[in-house]
């Protein structure tokens, strides 16, 4: 099974363009709820020490999948992790890595310090995610729109992201998506 887990060498990662710099944590039960991610970027203060942590705890070594084929339902998990030292993507369905325990700690940890989620409210789309600073930002469209060769296009290339049937009239819903980070942003009323 091929890896996709890479460790990059500091001057590689100089050579290229700078990709906003992220870790996506996510645990959940099947069935059951979608999963609420956990999403840290570099801005968090605690960045560096759980980079260094995540080092430590080999993560660079996972594999891209772990699966116990025994179990059919259960618990299943997934770890992004884009920054200078490490690019990883990995997740698993009722089978862990041996310092998957150890990683979750580090990750929940920094993001119980981070503060409080607050609702972002723009005039207009950000050009470029304020949280991550990935671009593009997407337009999310509700409703049923008709799916076209274009549209299909848009949503490929993170312009637009589909955000369900129902439409709410009272402004609750957000406008705009950062596809990498997944941060919501909200129309200014």
């Known amino acids: ?8 060498s500091k001057s590689s990662s100089k050579s290229h363009k700078t990709k906003p710099q992220i870790i996506k ?23 560096a020490d759980v980079i260094r942590n995540l080092v430590d705890l080999s993560v660079d070594k996972w594999v891209a999948e772990y699966h116990d084929p025994s179990i059919m339902d259960g618990s299943g998990w ?35 310090t ?3 989620p607050t609702k972002p409210t723009y005039a207009r789309k950000p050009r ?6 990935a671009s593009p930002v997407a337009s999310i469209m509700y409703g049923m729109p008709s799916l ?26 957000p406008s705009w998506k950062c596809t990498t980070c997944e941060m ?6």
């Open 1 to 8: 099974m091929g890896s996709q887990v890479t460790k990059k």
């Open 148 to 173: 076209s060769h274009e549209l299909m296009e848009k949503e490929r290339r993170g312009e637009v992201v589909f955000g369900g049937c129902v439409i709410e009239m009272d402004g609750s819903q």
């Open 78 to 112: 997934s770890l992004s992790i884009c920054s200078k030292e490490l690019n990883i993507q990995s997740s698993g369905m009722n089978a862990y890595p041996e310092t998957f325990d150890a990683v979750q700690e580090v990750i929940e940890r920094a993001a119980a």
């Open 128 to 133: 470029k995610c304020p949280n991550c600073g």
């Open 25 to 47: 944590f996510e645990t959940f039960d099947m069935p059951g709820p979608p999963p609420e991610p956990i999403i840290l970027t570099s801005k968090n203060k605690a960045w």
């Open 184 to 189: 919501e942003f909200y129309k200014t009323t």
């Open 114 to 116: 981070a503060p409080p």
